[in-house]
């Protein structure tokens, strides 16, 4: 399974779409999985058709009744492409009514639905997923968290944006990797590629190899805008060719070590970055417009007293509420110290978190940080051993 991460507007499903043709054209069998709420990644591959979403239907199946009745053949789809040359499959998760949910646990609720399809099981030789480029949401990261992608391509061009939302990516990447995730990054792609070198600076700084770079092209704009592939352009079929061909014998270059730039660096790419610059604090009189004494606020706080307070233990257990809430914003609202099993929390009055003693408690964090991350719902975690912890 690959993944084509990048940010809104660089062309993420013009690219997926012609990598998954070219790939189907020597004979392989492939699916494109539409991973964004607006549902029209697979619209070229199907000459302009938008492809009933996943979440769609598994709503309008829910309404009548009849969620078992939910199959394969309602949700992914297949098209010849090419003069029928091959022929290619489609899906789009899609994501909840406009104003009606959360995007993320949309596409992660969508996995979950293919999961139990048995899309791990299906006769096919790629997955390539086109995701939107924003990872600070867990659903959307969900691929990283789960290693459900094996491998990683970033769409960037050479404007600061795209780079800048690279960057988080390659950061989220290291970061499950950290976490004892297997995914992989490839590298870069360059699209729209206009010649002033930035996203090759950028690559070289992070350690990533530029897998390709697509010109801007009138022409294929043009097919793009049409819903066709860019493969009828012998330049652009020669283009994707030989990434297609570097993806199926594995000889895109090793990937040692990434390092995602911090924002001084990464701003330095640009120009340069003044460092003794800091942003001028507004007070109370600015924002009420008033004299400040004549202002009473509450003080702002974290609960820490409280949470020290109510829960009858020892220093190390209310060390271990205290940082659920500062670091991961969980609040605990039970606690007990069971002689065999350890210290139990009991999080935002339904999830249980199993922490046994307060050894390894900076692994313990990292596991359910990683969790949070995920967007993976959960309602039990054992953290007893932190190198192999249980969750469900």
């Known amino acids: 399974m ?7 507007g660089m062309g993420k499903s013009f690219f997926t779409t012609n990598l998954v043709a070219k790939l189907a054209l020597t004979g392989h069998r492939v699916l494109q999985l539409g991973c964004d709420p607006k549902h029209d990644s697979c619209n070229a591959l199907f000459g302009g058709a938008s492809l009933p979403t996943l979440g769609d239907t598994w709503r309008q199946f829910r309404e009548e009744g009849r969620e078992q009745d939910l199959k394969v053949h309602h949700v992914v789809f297949k098209t010849p492409i090419m003069g029928e040359r091959a022929t290619v499959f489609g899906c789009e998760i899609g994501g909840p009514e406009v104003g009606r949910g959360c995007g993320g646990r ?7 639905v293919l999961e139990d399809m048995g899309i791990s099981r299906w006769a096919l030789d790629y997955v390539v997923m086109d995701f939107l480029g924003d990872v600070v949401c867990g659903g959307f990261a969900m691929p990283l968290a789960r290693s459900l992608a094996e491998e990683v391509i970033i769409l960037c061009g050479n404007d600061r944006q ?12 290291e970061y499950f990797a950290r976490m004892g995730g297997r995914t992989r990054l490839l590298g870069l792609v360059i699209n729209r590629d206009d010649g002033s070198g930035v996203a090759e600076r950028f690559a070289d700084r992070v350690g990533l190899p530029v897998l390709l770079k697509i010109p801007l092209s009138r022409k294929a704009c043009d097919l793009a805008d049409s819903f066709q592939l860019a493969l009828l352009d012998e330049s652009f079929d020669a283009l994707f060719g030989s990434i297609a061909q570097a993806i ?6 090793t990937v040692k070590q990434v390092t ?10 640009f120009g ?8 001028a604090s507004a007070f109370v009189e600015d924002l009420f417009d008033t004299p400040a004494e004549s202002v009473t606020l509450p003080p702002v706080h974290l609960h820490e007293a409280a949470i020290a307070e109510r829960l ?7 060390q271990v509420a205290t940082r659920l809430l500062k670091e991961l914003g969980l609040y605990v609202t039970d606690a007990t110290v069971d002689p065999q099993k350890g210290l139990t929390l009991t999080v935002d009055g339904h999830v249980i978190i199993c922490f046994g003693s307060e050894q390894d408690l900076d692994s313990k964090m990292a596991v359910l940080a990683a969790l949070s991350h995920s967007g993976e719902p959960y309602h039990y975690v054992d953290l007893r051993r932190p190198t192999s912890p249980l969750y469900r």
């Not at 795209?162 to 990447?173: G, V």
């Not at 995602?260 to 790419?269: G, V």
């Open 162 to 173: 795209s780079l800048y939302a690279a960057n988080n990516i390659a950061r989220a990447t």
């Open 312 to 318: 009858d233990l020892g220093a190390p257990a209310k």
């Open 260 to 269: 995602p730039l911090d924002y001084q660096e990464f701003m330095a790419l």
């Open 2 to 8: 690959l993944a084509v991460y990048g940010k809104g």
């Open 272 to 279: 340069n970055v003044r460092t003794d610059l800091s942003p």
């Open 106 to 112: 949309g596409i992660s609720f969508g996995f979950d």
């Open 248 to 253: 199926v014998s594995r000889t895109t270059p």
